[in-house]
């Protein structure tokens, strides 16, 4: 699948939406959700989606829910920040697999670095410990506002 295809209703993150799969979950509104990464690239690698809208990339969705969006990345984004206190944080986003997207669902990376700590791989590290992103998720939750 690329940049052309049909929405799949039974992707990762629509089945997270749903709760037919666990997530650590950070923060949750009418019509977003943030979780954390469950294969980061970085301590405290998050990840913002729309829970309703059928866009698998940046290309498909419609301005409103773009807005809600992108306004639940920069909460989160602050969120991290404040809980994390990273040197820097990285906002990404992939479109289409030649680009470096795995979950076609459209999504937000935010991924936060620190002073000479390298960035681990793109969806294909190792699955981090599901106690320690709870925490993470925890953390970062105290600091939405
Ligand atoms: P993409 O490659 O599409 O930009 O990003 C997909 C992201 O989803 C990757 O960073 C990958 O680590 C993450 N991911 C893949 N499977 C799961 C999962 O089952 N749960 C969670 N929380 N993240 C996942």
Redesign the pocket.
Known sequence: MSLLGEYDPDN??AK?TRGD?P??RIFEDHDTLA???????SRG?A?VIHKRAHARNLLEIEPEPLQALILSVQRVTRAMVAALKPDGVVVT??NGRPA?????HL?F?VVPRWEGVPLGR??G?GAADPAELAELARQIAAEIS
């Open positions: 990762i993150f997270i799969l997530a650590a979780f954390m990464d469950a294969f980061p690239q690698h990840l986003q992939f470096g997207q795995t979950v076609f999504h990376h793109h969806a590290g």
